[in-house]
Each structure stands twice: as structure tokens, then as C-alpha cells.
């Protein structure tokens, strides 16, 4: 299978990691943001798009690129900032690749549109952790180290959101990120575990069935989330196969996720001025990211109707779905999987997501779209 095949198989968050490499891919207590709301009047137009730093495009090509975005109907990028190895921006913690993003934050000022730097938040392919820090890492319940025996793919290397160098280490990278003069938002992804279990369109490509949740999929049973666990609970995982210790369990990752975001990672966006969203996946307990409970802005669930085997009426019932679980605080959008979507389905996709009431939609990605998506898109958005 060719390498770029192999990435069209891949789960929404992994193949934004792999693409950002090749480009080198209810809220309890929500606390509004100093900056506009997504969606607001005042604030980011109602739909938004994923990009890679693309590197080798020349601020010309960029400049183009940006403002058919906004004619287009697009108010706000995610550009990768992150990828879990290197920083696309002038990051004092992470090795910096190229300072993309304050090179074209000027660049989407003048066309009109928002920039959130989007970060992968727990892969990390850094080799100086790994080699520093092997014990940040996720186990499953084999016992194997993510580092050493990732789920799936290569880079499918997480840390844990239990350990305390691994909380520093994310704020520190967050707090630099948020510091970045007219950066509208700090967009996290990949904050959530491996998927225990993962859409059923993408089991038959890895040549696995998942009818259940298998130990090698499962993370964290690291000495640290055992230790919490028993703390927390008085509990022990020895007496796992008893239902009231499952649900606890599966209720430690959920909040243990839950806890990253609102209690280490908000806090770093609010007293910058910036906004906070997440992509999310519409199945969270297979990837025990219970994002209805996050203190954000918006959330971006990838509604990515291909990789579960549904139309896009299965948009409009994830959509709603998820804006009936969120504070009235909290904004949605549509993610959609522009891969998956002819260029004339894509009116009836953002009519799909309408329906169910998002705010708007969220395109992976920039990449995907083509001249004839474009036409499409800006139609149906000026609809």
C-alpha cells in the first residue's frame, strides 16, 4: 500500500498528524472568553478549515490561499502549530521547525480571518523525551509502553495526562502558544487516549475486529494512574472484572482527560485573552474524552461519516446529539471529511450539520478541497 493511500485509512486525529508531518497534519462552570465568541458577529465567520504549515507555499501562495478561504465563506483557521514533535511556531519548549504561524498571522489579518493554533496535545514523537522521560508514556493493559509498542501506527506514542512532568510539560507548551500576539485561539486535538476501540469503517483496513475492548488497545495502567485509581476510588484493578470497579475506572480516564483540560490547560488560554477549542470524537468513550464536561469555547466534533459506515443523516444525529450534551456556553461545529465528500454532496453536508444545529462546519482540510469543492462550498455557505 502507498504511503498516501495508507493515511486516507487512518483515524481522523491520526491522519492530521501523519499530513502535518508530511507538510513540514454540559461544560460545567464555562468561563467566557475576553476574545469574541466563534460565531459571533464580532467574532470568526460560522465556518472554519484545518491546515498543515505547509511549508514550501510562498507567502504569495498563502496570501491566495487565504483570501479564497474568506470568499469562500471560511472566518477561521486551524493551522498546525504542533505536531507532537516540532513547533511551527517561535515555541521556547518544543524544537521549532519554522515560525509558520507569525509568519502568516499578518497574512490572514489582512484577508480577514481568525487563526487558532491547532496542537496535537498528548502524541508525542519528540526523541529527546522519549530518551529523557520513557516513563511519561501510556501502558496498555498488557503492560507495554505506548513508546515502545504504540496502538495502530508508528506515532501513536501518548503520554499520560496522570503524570505531573507531563502536566508541566503541556502547560508550558500551551502557555508559549497562547503568548503569541494576535493568535485568536489555542485549538487542542489528540487530547483523549488511544482509541480503545476505532470506528467501525477502519477495522476491516487494519485487518482487526474490535467487538470489544481488547488489552492491547486499552490505556493507562501505568503505576501512576493505578496508584490514583486506588487512591481516589479505594478501588484496586485486580478486582477489574467487577462491573462497579469498570464503571469507576473508565469514570477515573474520563476525569482524568476532563481534568487535564479544564484545570491545566484553560487556565493558560483564559489569562492570555484567547480563545480555547478542541476537536472531538463524536464515539468519546471509546477514547474516554467525555468533552461535554470541557470549559471551552467550542468543540469540533469529527463528524467523519465515512470511517463509521453512515450517511450524512448520521451528521445531523451526531450534531444534535452533541449540541443537546453542552452548556449553552459552548459553540459547536460540524467537522467534516472533505475526502469523503463528492464536491456536489457538499451542500447537503453542511445542510446536514445545520439540521442538527451546529454553528457551522470545520473542513479537513485545506488540502482536500478542490477548485470544484471550493465552488460547491462557497454556495451552499452563502445559502
Known amino acids: 500500500m502507498k504511503r498516501r493511500d495508507f493515511l486516507r485509512l487512518l483515524p481522523a486525529g491520526v491522519l492530521g498528524l501523519a499530513a502535518a508531518n508530511e507538510w513540514s497534519g454540559s461544560a460545567a462552570g464555562h468561563e467566557p472568553s475576553t476574545q469574541p465568541g466563534p460565531g459571533t458577529a464580532a467574532g470568526p465567520g460560522p465556518h472554519w478549515i484545518w491546515s498543515g504549515p505547509n511549508l514550501h507555499e510562498t507567502a504569495d501562495g498563502w496570501r491566495r490561499e487565504l483570501e479564497r478561504m474568506k470568499g469562500a465563506g471560511i472566518g477561521a483557521v486551524l493551522l498546525t502549530v504542533y505536531n507532537g514533535h516540532r513547533a511551527f511556531f517561535r515555541s521556547r519548549v518544543a524544537p521549532v521547525a519554522a515560525p509558520r504561524l507569525e509568519e502568516l498571522l499578518p497574512l490572514a489579518r489582512a484577508a480577514g480571518l481568525a487563526v487558532h493554533g491547532w496542537m496535537w496535545t498528548l502524541p508525542c514523537n519528540d526523541p529527546d523525551i522519549q530518551a529523557r522521560h520513557p516513563e511519561w508514556y501510556v501502558v496498555n493493559g498488557r503492560g507495554e509502553s505506548a513508546r515502545t509498542h504504540p496502538a495502530y501506527v508508528p506515532y501513536y506514542k501518548f503520554l499520560c495526562p496522570n503524570r505531573a512532568g507531563v502536566r508541566d510539560h503541556l502547560r508550558n507548551i500551551v502557555a508559549d502558544l497562547a503568548a503569541v500576539a494576535g493568535l485568536a485561539g489555542v485549538h487542542l486535538d489528540y487530547i483523549r487516549y488511544p482509541d480503545v476501540i476505532l470506528p467501525v469503517g477502519l477495522q476491516p483496513r487494519y485487518g482487526i475486529v474490535q467487538d470489544r475492548e481488547y488489552p492491547q488497545y486499552d490505556y493507562c495502567y501505568c503505576e501512576v494512574c493505578r496508584r490514583k485509581f486506588r487512591e481516589s476510588t479505594g478501588m484496586t484493578l485486580d478486582d477489574l472484572p467487577r462491573a462497579d470497579v469498570r464503571a469507576a475506572w473508565d469514570r477515573f480516564r474520563y476525569d482524568s482527560i476532563t481534568g487535564l483540560v479544564n484545570?491545566?490547560?484553560?487556565?493558560?488560554?483564559?489569562?492570555?485573552?484567547?480563545?480555547?477549542?478542541?476537536?472531538?470524537?463524536?464515539?468519546?468513550?471509546?477514547?474516554?474524552?467525555?468533552?461535554?464536561?470541557?470549559?471551552?469555547?467550542?468543540?469540533?466534533?469529527?463528524?467523519?461519516?465515512?470511517?463509521?459506515?453512515?450517511?450524512?443523516?448520521?451528521?445531523?444525529?451526531?450534531?444534535?446529539?452533541?449540541r443537546e450534551s453542552l452548556d449553552p456556553g459552548v459553540t459547536l461545529f460540524s467537522g467534516l471529511y472533505v475526502p469523503h465528500l463528492a464536491p456536489e454532496e457538499v451542500p447537503a453536508a453542511l445542510q446536514a450539520a445545520r439540521a442538527g444545529g451546529a454553528a457551522g462546519v470545520s473542513l479537513f482540510d485545506a488540502r482536500a478541497m478542490s477548485e470544484t469543492h471550493w465552488r460547491h462550498f462557497a454556495t451552499a455557505a452563502r445559502a
Do not use: C, I, K
Open 263 to 322: 484545570d491545566v490547560l484553560a487556565p493558560e488560554v483564559r489569562q492570555r485573552g484567547r480563545q480555547l477549542t478542541a476537536a472531538v470524537f463524536p464515539n468519546w468513550r471509546n477514547v474516554r474524552q467525555e468533552w461535554s464536561r470541557w470549559r471551552v469555547d467550542a468543540v469540533l466534533p469529527m463528524l467523519y461519516h465515512g470511517f463509521y459506515n453512515a450517511g450524512l443523516d448520521w451528521v445531523t444525529a451526531r450534531t444534535r446529539a452533541g
